[in-house]
């Protein structure tokens, strides 16, 4: 059942039961709810062409000054250590220098992420079948699926030493299910990674 992605004439496709559609639609859409300020509903309506070309637009406007950063002094890594990883701060001994870089940074930070997860949210049909993704769509995969696992991997405190988090969890908790689909989330990548090769 893990499935995976296979390189096509035209880009890469993968088939997925609607089980499997249905927790990574759900995870991704948690990824969106914490970067995000309008809520996965928003993302998930959007069409992932949209999404795109308002990330490069911002971009663009960042770029050629014609918008305004955020206030450095309110630019703080944020409390949530999910967010904060997702979010990481660009100097870690100067925080004066990883506020500066915050506030320059973020706001196209969480939009490259909302529009990534918008093209997987786009593209995975909820009841599952198959996906079919051109070069680019793929790496917005790949993207979004990176944000997810990195989500998950600190809920879970994954660590250097996976593997032994792995063993220590028996199968009657929780966090076991949790593991397993971290694990397969790896394996998607992995198997899409080649598929681009």
């Known amino acids: 059942m893990l499935g995976g992605f296979r390189a096509t004439a035209r880009g890469v496709s993968a088939r997925f039961a609607k089980p499997q559609a249905t927790i990574l639609r759900d995870l991704v859409e948690q990824v969106v709810e914490l970067v995000g300020t309008d809520g ?31 206030d450095p002094d309110a630019a703080e890594q944020p409390d949530d250590p999910v967010l904060a990883r997702l979010l990481p701060d660009g100097y870690r001994d100067d925080p004066d220098a990883a ?21 997987v949210l786009g593209t995975l049909p909820p009841g599952g079948g198959r996906v079919k993704l051109s070069t680019e769509q ?60």
């Open 40 to 70: 996965p509903d928003a993302a998930a309506g959007r069409a992932p062409a949209t999404a795109a070309r308002d990330v490069e637009a911002e971009e663009l406007d960042a770029m050629v000054g014609m918008s305004e950063p955020a």
């Open 99 to 119: 506020r500066e870089f915050r506030a320059f940074t973020e706001s196209g930070l969480r939009s490259a992420k909302m529009a990534a997860a918008a093209t």
């Open 138 to 197: 793929a790496e917005a995969w790949l993207r979004s699926l990176n944000d997810v696992r990195l989500a998950l991997g600190v809920r879970l405190g994954v660590t250097d030493d996976f593997d032994g988090l792995n063993e220590e969890l028996s199968s009657d908790d929780p966090r076991s299910a949790y593991v397993w689909i971290y694990q397969w989330l790896a394996y998607l990548q992995e198997s899409l990674v080649l598929a681009l090769s």
